[in-house]
């Protein structure tokens, strides 16, 4: 029945129904846009956000992209602000500024950080060298765009992983809306936000500065949250065909942790921290300094991109154990795009090379009410990267192209574990070694400027980070050489624009193999890793506005009404498994809507009342004898731009106090394991604001 469903969605994909291609409608729904906003002209090693919105729709697959002015005008505090009207994007906060981030069921199981994305920032990666990342260093106030590259389609910057890639793209003084931003947030949790942007052209050269310092109480007891960022970029025009671009960014984040509850206690009794966070002060305090280059050359009609990058993170995290962490990751990388003509037609090239590796010195000792005891292990993290891959689309027609694409990849891990006197006295080393090659073969066809058809085919490979490859069993830390993850995904889709209507609708399917899952075994411990058998991954990425009316109060009124439609369906099952047959993977609810009613003056004023539905919550255990309910949450957002650049702003979340679950730490089976797995949502709450551009 679940065939027949998709059947059906992937004939709907073909008729005239989601996204906007173009300046005319939203990119992401719902949306709301205020006036007077410039783009900037961008440069060589950046261009505006116009000319990213159109670089990124010449994609044959499901793409999306966010313009960073649709959501400063609400608290936008974690990257959930900025990607939760995405179609096929699951994005949950936890606390504070942890947030998960699936796209497609990567990571679905998988109760800390992230996995199955590639995080870059002004198309950089931001992972670590194994793979591993979250979303701490990104602050959504120091954003111009963000362009979401879902499954395969992360090709373009090189990402073989199920989800694809995510690039988050923060503004230089050449796009910047102003040369000045001041902005002050409060609300709700004991919440204080401060933020300032300053950035200047001087001749050939420019820069640009950016900082937030945080302040949340939190909901739960023991989640509060201190947290300063800084991102700054210089840049330096040689000529009109070489610039140089330097990043730096600072991000200091000292998180408390609640820990994860039962169902019982998290519905009835939200606000509580568990037993084990509070004994063991349980938190996560990291400091992370990140340096890039981007050095780029117009070579004939083409570009060529050189990158550099640096990162240096150390993380002090009292959980299960006290985890003592200190690593750097290196890389460099080119990426050469082109268009030209062959054999009479158009085509377009992008190929590129990255090469990145790093080591992280890897402490644990027992944990003393949050202080170090004993320790317990004393290990070292190294791991490499090479990889080349290659985009091309080749338009046979003047409307259609066909794509063709892959990627080559050599990845290592090796686990030094020192020993230790108490637990682990004997010294060892483990190593696995992951190689791989990843097509695709996509066909775009767009009959009209603003309508698109797409259809392609991928596959994908995730390797283990050491999150995965390194286990506590017992007492011990052991190196468990799993598999990659495998996986083909067809999809076929339409994106645009027409009238009073635009449209995003793709439908998928993955076949995976070895999926790498996770099962809570303790509350306080880090999940187990497994690969399973067969596992299918399919649904359906819909978003959809229409504009209802416009001139609502007059003939001449200048306002206008949205209405805005998001709809991700997931399903996610085992494939014939000897344990859980052909079970739904917990972790993903089947259906997430969210529906936005927006109305805007052209005087400024802006109202958008919007609803959070859940019909049905996802389960908590592979098992399926666990489940989350399913919830209703409602919203309003109202605010005033003026014309000498200030905004104010009022957001009120969750009206009614429903108390649901925000995310789950899944389990193997519930009628066996211990259930203190699930976190609560956030209670009702208001945030005001105020930002003046100058």
């Not at 050449?174 to 936000?193: E, K, M, W, Y």
């Not at 990291?286 to 009609?301: L, P, V």
């Not at 490859?469 to 052991?478: C, P, V």
């Not at 416009?550 to 344990?579: C, K, P």
Request: glycine share 10%; aromatic share 10%; charged share 20%.
């Amino acid at each position: 029945m679940k065939n027949h469903f998709l059947a059906g969605a992937c004939a709907l994909a073909l008729l005239p129904t989601s996204q906007a291609l173009a300046k005319h409608v939203p990119d992401t729904l719902p949306r709301i846009t205020i006036p007077a906003v410039s783009s900037g002209n961008g440069s060589l090693t950046q261009p505006n956000v116009e000319l990213q919105r159109k670089v990124i729709n010449q994609n044959a697959g499901s793409i999306a992209f966010v313009d960073g002015e649709d959501y400063k005008t609400r608290y936008a505090s974690t990257i959930r602000d900025a990607l939760k009207d995405t179609p096929g994007v699951f994005v949950q906060n936890r606390y504070g500024q942890e947030t998960r981030v699936s796209i497609r069921g990567s990571g679905i199981a998988r109760g800390f950080h992230t996995r199955g994305v590639e995080i870059l920032q002004d198309g950089i990666s931001t992972n670590l060298a194994d793979g591993s990342g979250d979303y701490y260093q990104i602050d959504p106030l120091a954003l111009r765009s963000v362009e979401v590259y879902k499954g395969g389609n992360g090709l373009a910057y090189g990402s073989s992983m199920l989800g694809g890639a995510i690039n988050f793209v923060t503004p230089t003084a050449h796009t910047a809306v102003a040369p000045n931003i001041l902005r002050l947030d409060a609300g709700s949790f004991g919440t204080v936000r401060t933020n300032a942007q300053i950035s200047r052209v001087v001749g050939d050269a420019d820069f640009l500065i950016n900082g937030t310092m945080t302040h949340e109480d939190g909901y739960r007891d023991h989640r509060q949250t201190q947290a300063e960022t800084v991102n700054a970029n210089i840049g330096y025009r040689f000529n009109p065909d070489v610039e140089t671009r330097f990043y730096l960014g600072s991000f200091n984040v000292d998180q408390e942790l609640p820990g994860t509850v039962t169902l019982a206690n998290a519905l009835n009794n939200p606000t509580k921290a568990s037993a084990a966070a509070l004994a063991g002060d349980q938190k996560r305090d990291s400091r992370t300094q990140r340096i890039a280059n981007r050095t780029s050359f117009k070579i004939g009609g083409g570009q060529l991109d050189v990158d550099t990058w640096a990162i240096h993170k150390s993380l002090f995290h009292p959980i299960f154990q006290v985890i003592d962490q200190d690593g750097w990751t290196y890389g460099i990388g080119s990426r050469y795009k082109d268009t030209f003509t062959l054999a009479g037609f158009r085509n377009d090239i992008i190929m590129g090379t990255r090469f990145n590796g790093g080591n992280n010195t890897a402490l644990q000792y027992l944990n003393n009410s949050g202080s170090r005891g004993a320790q317990t292990l004393n290990a070292q993290q190294d791991a490499f990267n090479a990889e080349a891959y290659l985009e091309n689309r080749f338009w046979f027609l003047p409307q259609a192209a066909v794509m063709t694409g892959a990627k080559l990849f050599h990845d290592e891990r090796t686990y030094h574990d020192h020993g230790n006197l108490a637990l682990n006295p004997t010294p060892k080393e483990d190593s696995k070694n992951y190689d791989g090659i990843n097509p695709k073969l996509g066909l775009l066809w767009q009959p009209k400027e603003d309508i698109q058809i797409f259809t392609d085919i991928t596959r994908s490979q995730d390797v283990p980070d050491f999150s995965d490859l390194n286990q506590t069993i017992g007492t011990t830390t052991a190196f468990v050489p799993l598999k990659a993850q495998d996986a083909w995904t067809a999809e076929i889709g339409t994106r645009g624009h027409s009238g009073r209507y635009g449209w995003d609708i793709t439908a998928y399917r993955s076949w995976i193999d070895n999926e790498l899952m996770q099962y809570t075994t303790n509350p306080n411990v880090p999940a187990a890793t497994f690969n399973a058998g067969s596992t299918v991954h399919q649904g359906i990425e819909f978003g959809f506005s229409t504009e209802l009316a416009r001139d609502v109060l007059s003939e001449t009124s200048g306002d206008m009404l949205t209405l805005n439609q998001l709809w991700n369906y997931s399903d996610f099952h085992f494939v014939d498994d000897l344990q859980y047959g052909n079970n739904s993977i917990a972790g993903v609810p089947e259906h997430v809507l969210r529906t936005g009613l927006t109305y805007k003056h052209k005087n400024g004023f802006y109202l958008n009342p919007g609803i959070d539905w859940v019909p049905d919550g996802a389960w908590a255990d592979q098992a399926n004898t666990l489940k989350a309910p399913g919830y209703v949450l409602f919203g309003l957002q109202t605010g005033m731009q003026f014309d000498n650049g200030v905004l104010l702003y009022l957001e009120a979340r969750n009206l009614t106090n429903e108390h649901y679950i925000s995310d789950i730490s899944t389990i193997r089976d519930a009628r066996t394991t211990g259930t203190e797995i699930f976190h609560p949502g956030d209670g009702r709450s208001v945030f005001t604001g105020i930002r003046y551009a100058f």
